[in-house]
């Protein structure tokens, strides 16, 4: 099996892990604690990854920026994300929220011109109209 794919099956089952126990979380702590907790926590862990990895190399550049840009954006999105599960159902928030990539196509094809088959297309709509029927 390709490493690709095994990373892939890892991160399914761990943002699906993740999200479950986010909302276990609440039990105790108001959504501002659980997002200071879980972010302090990425950080943490986000810092081993990058030292233990040989890194250090970091220049300003454009990458750069755009790097701070995607954290921002993530960041962002994660503070909606907590305050959703806070009330909402986390089966109902989490498969919502998982559209994003739906974004990221559109904006791939609005400006970098990239292209979509037919049945990608199809998948995205299958999606949208699924997450639709899921939030009634």
């Known amino acids: ?3 690709w794919v095994i990373y892939s099956l890892l991160c399914l089952l761990l943002w699906g892990m993740w999200g479950l126990v986010l909302k276990l979380a609440y039990s105790g702590y108001t959504w501002l604690d659980v997002y200071f907790i879980s972010a302090a926590t990425s950080f943490t ?3 081993a990854v990058y030292f233990l990895s040989g890194g250090g190399k970091v220049v300003i550049s454009r990458s750069a920026a755009l790097a701070v840009l995607a954290g ?3 960041g962002g999105g994660y503070i909606f ?3 959703a599960l806070e009330t909402g159902k986390a089966s109902i928030v989490i498969p919502l929220t998982a559209l994003y990539p739906a974004v990221t196509v559109i904006l791939a094809l609005l ?3 990239e292209k979509l088959s037919t049945v990608q297309v199809l998948g995205i709509t299958l999606a949208v109209i699924a997450a639709v ?3 009634m």
């Open 45 to 47: 862990l986000a810092l």
């Open 133 to 135: 029927l899921l939030s």
């Open 111 to 113: 400006l970098l011109g």
């Open 1 to 3: 099996m390709a490493g």
């Open 81 to 83: 994300f907590m305050k």
């Open 72 to 74: 921002v954006l993530g």
